[in-house]
Nanobody
């Protein structure tokens, strides 16, 4: 059974940091790209960060570039998202997803976690 389980979300003040984790199981981790997406209330889901598990290449959306770092521990089949200098507009449910290629479109991702909520207070 394929599973992606996010953790690490919570309430943080503006300017603070959080590290999200995405633990994957049930598929060959090295064959997939992992992306972090988020969905704020009343808004569409948007992508923020992506990593190729095979070669470690990373990609970031302009909205988060310079404030977040995506990394992967292939031995643990886990991807992390370190988020710094958080802003109230970063408030959203954060999802990790696995897909065959690195892509900023959610449509390319086959497997999704249940999401972890992040709330940034001003």
């Amino acid at each position: 059974e394929v599973q992606l389980v996010e953790s690490g979300g919570g309430l943080v003040q503006a300017g603070g940091s959080l590290r999200l984790s995405c633990a994957a199981s049930g598929f060959t981790f090295d064959d997939y790209a992992i992306g972090w997406f988020r969905q704020a209330p009343g808004k569409e889901r948007e992508g923020g960060s992506w990593i190729s598990s095979s070669d470690g290449s990373t990609y970031y959306a302009d909205s988060v570039k310079g404030r977040v770092t995506i990394s992967s521990d292939n031995a643990k089949n886990t991807v992390y998202l370190q988020m710094n200098s958080l802003k109230p507009e970063d408030t959203a449910v954060y999802y990790c997803a696995a897909g065959p290629i690195v892509c900023d479109s959610a449509a390319w991702y086959d497997y999704w976690g249940q999401g972890t909520p992040v709330t940034v207070s001003s």
